[in-house]
């Protein structure tokens, strides 16, 4: 009979438990009593090896897991309750913003739509609200505005880095996968040179301080530098294009535009040897920099070193280990022999050669991702990026703890700062692009749709400080580079 016993108690117990559930999540103290009767009696009839006390044990501490468990479902559906609650106050207070009309045409929206038309139609009506809201503390003439100046357009492939040369005459470079580098006129969109020079992908690209030199770092395990003499078209009208405030973000599409083959740009002089080549790394070389000065470059390479170099004489001067994963990125100071490497192993290395007998090294440990990159700005402050979706700025005389840390919903990709503004540019890997202050604050985000912005990861951002018209520029998997004019009024950086 012992096999009748288990059965019978075990539906009883079931029986219990779907009663229980049906009335009341909760159980009370007197339900546990009672089931407490047919819990030994199953546990007696079922074969085991284990004591029966032990067993006993057992059981009580799976049912105070199952009344925690109980509890938390209880406050989730008090949340979720609150949750629709607060919903229905914001869809009010939206219609009640937009007058008497709106709010019947909302009611007639919502008895006609799906429960997915309204979910996305409350979305939209708390971020009306909210906008409304925190526009409401700023004066008119400090909205921030984004404006969409000139797209490069000339790449086979995604366009990795970019950057702008420091001397004259001043001109857009870009470092694409399809194993060249290109240089555009920023104020007419056109390629004024292509080195062919590297047999990989071309992964950066950095201009020296004072010469018209380029440095460039491959996957064919080198880096380049490369002389370029270039003349500047005359410059064109620029079309119009209606400004848009950066918040205003029109259409997130998932249409994608990117697709058929691009219209590259007419035939342009090439360079396809380079003046020096630099060779010691046993991997992918994926970022190069240099020093101040221009006698020395950094690389940093998939072989988890980051090597220092001698321009004139092309030696290797030191080769900088320590990190545990491959290298992301590496970036000097503009005014102080300092260089900053990144890497995989979720940590940034301060490298200090100021003082040539002793070569010191600083390691910044405050992401839980691959950090993609990190870089310099004014005093004595770094500024960090993950694929964790943080930026963080840190001071370089503590260490500890960053003194200001950005929360973002994507993994943030290499970033740039102004000099002048002090603005971080984020590049994220879902297409956007966003703009912080270095005390954290958001500023704004710049616009994106099926007809203007990246349409696929962008992968870059860098900063024209002495072009007016054209001062930001960001490029991506998309294989187009993007010119930006970005007004931030002071007003609103102080705030």
């Keep these: ?45 079922q074969d085991s090896k284990l004591p029966l006390s032990l067993r006993s044990n057992l059981m009580d501490l799976f049912s105070q897991i199952e009344r925690e468990f109980e509890n938390l479902y209880m406050e989730n559906l008090e949340l979720r309750r609150e949750i629709d609650s607060l919903n229905d106050r914001l869809a009010a207070d939206g219609q009640t913003l937009e007058g008497a009309d709106l709010a019947k045409g909302a009611l007639k929206s919502k008895a006609s739509h799906s429960t997915s038309q309204l979910s996305q139609k409350l979305k939209t009506t708390y971020k009306a609200s909210t906008s409304k809201i925190v526009s409401s503390f700023k ?32 001109v857009l470079g870009t ?57 500047l078209p005359t410059p064109q009208p620029v079309a119009d294009i209606s400004q848009l405030p950066c918040e205003d973000d029109v259409d997130f599409s998932d249409k994608d535009d990117a ?39 950094v690389t940093a390479s998939w072989d988890r070193a980051a090597n220092l170099y001698d321009v004139e004489t092309s030696e290797l001067v030191h080769s900088l280990t320590g990190h545990d994963q491959e290298l992301t990125h590496c970036c000097t100071n503009p005014t102080q022999r300092l260089v900053v490497t990144s890497s ?34 004014v005093g004595d402050n770094v500024v960090s990026g993950s694929d964790d979706r943080t930026v963080k700025v840190w001071d370089l005389k503590n260490m500890r703890s960053p003194i200001a840390t950005i929360r973002t919903d994507s993994a943030v990709n290499r970033i740039s700062v102004s000099v002048n503004q002090k603005i971080i540019a984020l590049p994220h890997d879902n297409r956007q692009v966003r703009l912080f202050d270095t005390s954290g604050v958001r500023l704004a985000r710049l616009p994106r749709s099926n007809r203007q912005g990246h349409r696929r990861m962008v992968c870059c951002s860098t900063w024209c400080e002495d ?8 490029c991506g998997f998309d294989r187009q ?15």
């Excluded at 790394?281 to 000065?293: E, F, K, R």
């Design 259 to 297: 697709d058929g083959e691009l219209e590259g740009p007419s035939e342009c002089p090439s360079v396809r040897v380079a003046t020096t080549t630099l060779r010691s790394h046993q991997g992918v070389v994926i970022a190069a920099d240099w020093l101040v000065g221009g006698k020395q470059v």
């Design 467 to 474: 072009n007016p018209s054209c001062n930001l520029f960001t």
């Design 139 to 170: 004066a008119t003439t400090s909205r921030a505005t984004c404006q969409l100046v000139r797209e490069y357009v000339g790449h086979r492939d995604g366009i990795w880095d970019l950057s702008v040369s420091r001397t004259q005459p001043v």
């Design 1 to 45: 009979m012992p096999v009748e016993t288990a059965s019978s108690a075990a539906a009883r117990q079931a029986k219990q438990k779907r009663k229980s559930h049906s009335l009341s999540i909760r159980r009370t103290n007197s339900t546990e009593q009672e089931r407490s009767g047919p819990q030994r009696e199953l546990l007696e009839s």
């Design 344 to 377: 995989r192993d979720t940590t940034f290395r301060l490298w200090d050669f100021r003082d040539p007998s002793i070569h010191s090294v600083n390691v910044f440990q405050g992401h839980t991702d691959t950090v993609t990159s990190a870089v310099f700005t």
């Design 175 to 231: 470092a694409s996968a399809d194993h060249t580098a290109m240089l555009w006129s920023i104020e007419t969109g056109k390629c004024l040179l292509k080195y062919l020079g590297h047999q990989g992908s071309v992964n950066s690209i950095k201009f020296h301080p004072t010469e018209q030199m380029a440095l460039t770092a491959s996957g064919d395990q080198t880096a380049h530098i490369w002389r370029y003499l270039v003349q």
């Design 481 to 495: 580079a993007i010119g930006w004019n970005i007004n931030i009024p002071a007003l609103l950086q102080e705030k």
